[in-house]
Each structure stands twice: as structure tokens, then as C-alpha cells.
């Protein structure tokens, strides 16, 4: 189970990679920065142990406002990219 939750640690982390890398704009700033934090956490989690299941927990819901905000930014590349 152990190896189970640690595979999806690593998966958390690079999914929140990829969410930080398509957000990385001034109109995201504060998200870019919880993203950053999730990231640092996730890498110590996985590194030395460092966490709870409410870190994770904590991890992962940054996680989702993350994955959230990328229709909206999808629209905005959709709608920059028309004109």
C-alpha cells in the first residue's frame, strides 16, 4: 500500500509541474505560488518522509484549484490566439 500511495505522490507532483508550467502568468500569481509550495512540500514528502496525510491532503487540494484553473486559461490562449 505504501508503494501504492508514493506512486501517487509522484504523479501529484508531476501533474502540479505541468499545471504550474501552463500557469505561469501574472493573472495567476497567487495560484503559481501556492502551486510553488505544493511542489517544495511534495518533493520533501517524497525525499525524506517529511508529512502527514494532511499535508498530502493539503497537497492535493492545491492540486485541483490547479487543474481547475486551466479551462479558464485554455479560453483566454483560445481567445488571444483568434484575434
Known sequence: METHRL???RDSLELLRQ???GIA???A???VISIDAA???LELFLAEGV???NTVLD???VLGQGLAAIPGIQRL???FTDQ
Open 25 to 27: 502568468n501574472d493573472s
Open 39 to 41: 511542489i517544495v512540500r
Open 19 to 21: 499545471v504550474r508550467a
Open 7 to 9: 506512486d501517487l505522490v
Open 51 to 53: 508529512g502527514d496525510r
Open 29 to 31: 500569481h497567487g495560484l
Open 59 to 61: 497537497i492535493l487540494q
Open 77 to 79: 490562449i483560445d481567445m
